[in-house]
C-alpha cells in the first residue's frame, strides 16, 4: 500500500497539490530518482568493469600485445561490464517495488533457497566459468594455436569459450576439455619453437668431420630461399649429446616460426642425412625429437 507520511507528500502538500497528487507525485520523484542513481551506476560501474578487466589482462606476466589479444580483452570488458549493468537495474527494480508496497520477502526467500540448490551443483561450473575468464583475458592460447593439456590431450585449438575449450589431435581426435580441469597447459604456437635433430654417428666415423659437414649443412639449409622466412636463427651444431653403445648423438637445434618446427626438423634432418651420404660419412637418423 502507498503511504503518504514522508517529508516529499509534505513538500507537495505545501506547494498547492491534492492529497491524491501529492501521493502520486512523491512515488514519481523517488522513482525518477533512482532511475537516475541506476543510470549514472550502470554508466560508472560498466567503465569501472572494462577498465578493470583491460587492466587485468595488461599486467598479465601471460600478456602479449596481439590484435588477438586486444580484441579478447574488449570482448570480455564488455561482457563484464553488461553484468555490473543488469546488477544495477536489477537492485533498482527491487527499491522500486518495495517502494511501491509490493512484499518481496517470500519473492527474495524461494529465490535464495534455489540460487544456494544451485549454487551447490554448479560449483565445476562456476569453475570453469572463471577459469575460461582468465584463459580469455591472459590470451593463454587461441583458436590455430598447438597445444599440450596433458600426456594423452593435445592438438590445435578449434574453439574457445568461458566454458569449455575444444582442440583437434592429430589423429584426427576431437577433445572436449571443460577449462576448470586445465591446471597447466604448453603452447607450441607462441613467438617460436625450436626444432631438435638428433643425428647418431657411430664410433667408426669421422667426428670431426662429421660434425663440419652436419654444420655447414645446416647453413645452407638456413640460407634455402623456401626456408629463410621459417628459420629465425641458423641452425646450431650443439655437439654430443649422448654416449650409446651404437655411437654418439649429435644435436642440432633451429629456432623456427611457431608451429613449423616439426616440418624443419623433417627437411632440416633429411639435408643432413643426404649430406653425409655424399661425403661418404656412416649415419643412422634417430626417431624425429621436436618441441
Known amino acids: 500500500m502507498l503511504r503518504n507520511d514522508d517529508y516529499l507528500y509534505e513538500l507537495l502538500r505545501k506547494i498547492g497539490l491534492s492529497r491524491l497528487g501529492a501521493q502520486t507525485g512523491q512515488y514519481f520523484v523517488k522513482i525518477a530518482l533512482i532511475l537516475a542513481i541506476a543510470m549514472v551506476a550502470s554508466r560508472v560501474g560498466g567503465a569501472l568493469a572494462r577498465r578493470f578487466v583491460n587492466s587485468l589482462g595488461t599486467r598479465s606476466a ?9 580484441q579478447r580483452i574488449t570482448t570480455i570488458g564488455g561482457v563484464v561490464a553488461s553484468l555490473v549493468r543488469i546488477a544495477v537495474w536489477v537492485l533498482a527494480a ?30 565445476t561450473l562456476v569453475r570453469d566459468f572463471l577459469s ?8 593463454q592460447y587461441g583458436v590455430g594455436d598447438v597445444v599440450t593439456v596433458t600426456e594423452k590431450v593435445s592438438g590445435t585449438i578449434e574453439e574457445v ?15 572436449y576439455v571443460p577449462n576448470g580441469e586445465i591446471r597447466t597447459v604448453g603452447n607450441a604456437a607462441k613467438d617460436w619453437a625450436r626444432a631438435l635433430v638428433d643425428i647418431v654417428l657411430p664410433y667408426a666415423s669421422d667426428a670431426a668431420t662429421a660434425l663440419g659437414a652436419i654444420a655447414e649443412e645446416a647453413q645452407a639449409f638456413a640460407e634455402d630461399p ?7 636463427e641458423p641452425p ?19 629456432k623456427t616460426v611457431p608451429t613449423r618446427n616439426h ?6 634432418r633429411g639435408r643432413i642425412a643426404e649430406r653425409l651420404r655424399r661425403d661418404g660419412i656412416m ?9
Open 236 to 254: 646450431e651444431v650443439w655437439g654430443v649429446e649422448t654416449v650409446a653403445a651404437d655411437g654418439v648423438t649429435v644435436r642440432v637445434a633451429a
Open 161 to 175: 569459450n568461458l566454458r569449455v575449450t575444444r582442440l583437434r589431435g592429430v589423429d584426427g581426435t576431437v577433445w
Open 94 to 123: 527491487i527499491y522500486v517495488f518495495d517502494l511501491l508496497g509490493f512484499n518481496l520477502g517470500p519473492l527474495l526467500a524461494g529465490a535464495s533457497i534455489i540460487g544456494i540448490a544451485l549454487g551447490f551443483g554448479a560449483q
Open 226 to 232: 623456401a626456408w629463410t622466412d621459417i628459420v629465425l
Open 132 to 139: 575460461g575468464f582468465f584463459i580469455l583475458v591472459e590470451d
Open 283 to 291: 649415419v643412422a637418423v634417430t626417431t624425429p625429437t621436436t618441441r
Open 62 to 70: 601471460l600478456y602479449i600485445e596481439s590484435p588477438r589479444a586486444a
Open 263 to 268: 616440418a624443419v626438423a623433417r627437411a632440416l
